[in-house]
């Protein structure tokens, strides 16, 4: 027992003499509170609860699909009539009319006088590069080939092919109004009965151009001409993507290869069983002449807003107060004026400053109405308005959809209006009164807050 007591004794004595050796100035006790202060801090944010945060993002309810399109159009290839050099004049998808000049076969190389370049042919082969570079892919290499041999038959001008002419060159003239395309792919007859799942691999497809050789022999193809501004895609659709889409008549696509956008008329075909979706355009057939297939986005989900997930929104209960009733006090805050009852029963008024969530018309007075905090008030309370003695009894309440809001570290309700959902997320509409905006913060699981709670984070 004795031994024990002596040993407290020399524990205390321990601790005490190493108090005493603390140099207690201004300084070290400033640092032990602010020591103090940090591990309470550590020991409440570890053992509260976290409420899981989610940042409010704009676009669509979910991403469009994309596919390969294949594009079919009324097109022919025209052949030589002789062997020989060829020389083209007209531009690579350039339009040419009835009779017009595409080329010319002679018996030797013809190549173009130097001439000056004027400021328009300047400009016009600065916007031509600008453009290929603006939509140029590396995994289509074969495009700057195209652009080189467009850029070169760019500079021929007709007075140039009539000096052929004159010099002995048999000049190939077109026999219909249409755009000039200068490969083939040994599909331009394709029609839709053709039509396998096979063929959007792209495995066995190959493109030629037409232009890569000089010299050409008679029946060899010298150019395609596309005859006709209709125009098609076709892709192959799934059970799933049949039964969304069957109901539309027509149906915007994006071009991913240059981000334009058109909308054509839509149907499904079915082919040896396998179903297909077909968009038919009435323009636009010069743009994509040269490609015979496409990667495109299927713009079905036009519905746009603020996207939040369905386990934030939370229905809240408030009094709906006619505005007439809204007044304000000396500080110009806006709030109302409710009767009570002092110590001696005289009746007086109290101010109640007042956050607006939302406001309504009612369809029979047409009188407007502001969503007040039920917290505020209790049924039977009278609401009064000095200015104009308007009296009013509180008790009628509607209820609105909405989701916390806790930019700030505490939770505050906001209205929002549904546009479009599904079973995690909905969109909503970004132009509320009351509401939220994108890069705002809100509780993931609304049930699981209150309003005006303190809350710990976790994003």
Not at 26 to 44: D, K, P, Q, R
Not at 144 to 172: I, M, Q
Not at 206 to 235: C, H, Q, T
């Amino acid at each position: 027992m004795t031994n024990k007591k002596n040993n407290r004794q020399r524990k205390n004595n321990g601790l005490f003499s190493f108090i005493k050796r603390i140099n207690w100035n201004i300084g070290t006790v400033i640092f032990m509170a602010l020591f103090l202060y940090m591990a309470i801090s550590l020991i409440l944010y570890l053992t509260a609860d976290h409420v899981s945060s989610y940042q409010v993002t704009a676009g669509p309810l979910s991403k469009n699909e994309t596919c390969t399109a294949m594009a079919i159009r009324q097109e022919s290839l025209v052949t030589a009539s002789n062997s020989g050099y060829v020389t083209y004049y007209t531009r690579d998808y350039a339009k040419v009319s009835r009779g017009g000049i595409v080329c010319g076969i002679g018996a030797a190389e013809q190549s173009p006088g130097a001439r000056e370049l004027t400021e328009a042919d300047l400009a016009k082969i600065r916007t031509d590069a600008s453009s290929f570079s603006g939509t140029y892919n590396s995994a289509s290499f074969e495009n700057v080939y195209d652009f080189k041999y467009s850029l070169e038959n760019s500079l021929l001008s007709l007075d140039t092919a009539a000096e052929a002419a004159a010099s002995g060159v048999v000049l190939t003239t077109s026999d219909t109004d249409g755009v000039v395309v200068y490969s083939s792919d040994g599909m331009e007859d394709f029609t839709e009965d053709q039509l396998t799942v096979d063929l959007f691999s792209g495995k066995s497809y190959e493109k030629k151009n037409l232009r890569s050789e000089n010299m050409i022999n008679a029946g060899d193809p010298m150019y395609r001409i596309v005859n006709n501004e209709e125009w098609s895609i076709v892709f192959p659709v799934t059970d799933r993507q049949t039964v969304r889409l069957a109901a539309n008549t027509s149906l915007k696509v994006k071009f991913l290869k240059d981000g334009k956008t058109a909308t054509g008329t839509f149907k499904i075909i079915t082919v040896d069983e396998q179903r297909y979706g077909e968009i038919t355009f009435t323009s636009g057939m010069t743009r994509y002449a040269g490609d015979r297939f496409l990667e495109v986005e299927l713009v079905t989900n036009t519905k746009t807003g603020l996207k939040i997930p369905v386990s934030s929104i939370v229905s809240k209960e408030f009094y709906t107060i006619p505005e007439t009733l809204q007044t304000t006090n000396d500080s110009n805050t806006v709030g109302f004026r409710r009767e009570v009852k002092d110590q001696d029963g005289k009746t007086t008024t109290e101010f109640i400053s007042a956050t607006l969530y939302a406001e309504t018309t009612d369809e029979n007075t047409g009188e407007l109405k502001y969503y007040i905090d039920t917290s505020l008030f209790q049924d039977g309370d009278i609401l009064v308005n000095p200015e104009t003695n308007i009296r009013y009894t509180v008790g009628e309440t509607a209820s609105l959809d909405g989701v916390y809001c806790i930019n700030k570290g505490y939770a505050v309700f906001r209205k929002i209006a549904i546009v479009d959902q599904n079973a995690e997320f909905c969109i909503v509409d970004s132009n509320t009164s009351f509401g939220i905006a994108q890069y705002d913060y809100i509780a993931q699981d609304g049930s699981s807050v209150k309003e005006q709670e303190v809350l710990t984070t976790r994003r």
